[in-house]
């Protein structure tokens, strides 16, 4: 039967070429193609659809007292779009638009973890993203002095569920890692004091006199050293994946202890697993209210190209993320990814990805975590 069904449609088709536009012709109990007069939904069911946010999120810009009035959030994603503040490859500027667009498979209704069982995006927290912070590009100082105010607007808003939280935390895609700095002045007026767990292969605890010349003052590499100098940091603070070189054999050793750092090597995780890097961070961030600062050069080259300073030798995506997730229980008041790159990406957005998932586990880590005031 259906033989004779798809001769027929053969020699129709053949017959009604020439004519224009085409007859649809369907299977027998196909259903037709719907027309725009039906009832077709074209306002939800993609991810790919509107504007990029992180994981589909709604957008609010909350820099504005108009726009964000009466529309109270929990956890923003914020963008700083800032790469001159870098000592290698620029770039990194496009970096909030690269992991938002890496984020784009995500959304609420389909964010369930395998490992956690958890999902972020569903819970009590209302989570939006602020879009990008408006920074110029032709000044540093008036660049940081926007993205200061930027972080201190958001964060002494309200927060939508104040029994959880009394304001809302700030998670920011950077940009280059510059721009931390502004993250913890702002974290600082809030809730004092932080213990940073720093994942990079840098330490960024330079001295400015030391790294290229006095004259450089604030760079993505110089950071910390100033974060300690205005007292923003306590001396429980943690580096993670170092594994770059030092400017002075002994020197920038003795200031990154100074600047209240210890430190886990890349190649420490070989001897001690990812258990042994966790409770290390744990140890030494007890009992502190905890920044969590991931430059995406923390990972591997292979794991991560597309960054301004990558260093062979790094932690595989998949270690950062289970060393993230054993983070739970810390008290988390803000935390950044930042020195994504993506003109140095791979054609299958390798970096992106990485990025967009460090900040998912970040979100979990937030919301499982609520830190009130």
């Known amino acids: ?5 798809y001769v027929f449609i053969f020699c129709a088709t ?4 020439w004519e224009f536009p085409q007859t649809p012709m369907f299977m027998p109990g196909q259903k037709s193609i719907p027309g725009i007069d039906d009832n077709i939904d074209i306002v939800t069911g993609s991810q790919f659809n509107g504007l990029a946010t992180y994981a589909n999120l709604p957008y609010l810009n909350c820099l ?3 726009e964000a009035e009466g529309k109270k959030y929990d956890i923003a994603i914020l963008g700083a779009p ?5 000592t290698a490859r620029p770039g990194a500027r496009y970096g909030p638009r690269s992991i938002r667009i890496g984020s784009e498979r995500k959304a609420a209704d389909f964010a369930w973890s395998v490992y956690t069982g958890r999902n972020p995006l569903q819970s009590w927290a209302t989570i939006v993203d602020c879009g990008d912070v408006p920074l110029t590009w032709l000044d540093n100082n008036i660049a940081l002095a926007q993205l200061d105010k930027a972080h201190t607007v958001i964060s002494e808003r309200k927060s939508s569920n104040a029994s959880y939280s009394t304001h809302p935390r700030i998670i920011t895609l950077g940009g280059d890692h510059t721009t931390t700095l502004s993250a913890l002045r702002s974290t600082y007026k809030r809730w004092g004091q932080v213990s940073v767990v720093h994942f990079d292969s840098h330490i960024d605890t330079w001295d400015p006199a030391v790294l290229v010349c006095a004259r450089s003052g604030l760079n993505h590499g110089t950071f910390l050293h100033i ?3 205005e007292g923003l940091i306590c001396n429980t603070s943690i580096h993670a994946g170092i594994r770059a070189p030092l400017a002075r054999k002994k020197g920038d050793m003795r200031n990154d202890i100074r ?4 430190m886990v090597k890349a190649r420490d995780l070989d001897k001690v697993g990812v258990e042994g890097v966790v409770s290390r961070i744990k140890e030494r961030v007890a009992g502190s209210k905890v920044y969590i600062s991931v430059d995406i050069d923390v990972l591997d080259p ?3 190209p597309a960054t301004g300073t990558p260093e062979p030798g790094g932690w595989s995506s998949r270690e950062l993320l289970t060393i993230l997730d054993g983070l739970n229980g810390l008290d988390i008041i803000g935390a950044d990814v930042v020195e994504v790159s993506p003109i140095y990406d791979s054609a299958g957005q390798t970096t992106a990805l990485a990025a967009a998932e460090v900040v998912f586990s970040l979100i979990e880590l937030m919301v499982e975590n609520p830190v009130n005031r």
């Open 1 to 5: 039967m259906y033989i004779l069904y």
């Open 14 to 17: 053949c017959l009604g070429a």
């Open 64 to 66: 504005s007292d108009d």
């Open 82 to 86: 800032f790469d001159t503040g870098v």
């Open 227 to 229: 974060a300690h100098e």
């Open 259 to 262: 600047c209240g750092f210890s």
């Open 302 to 304: 292979s794991f991560a």
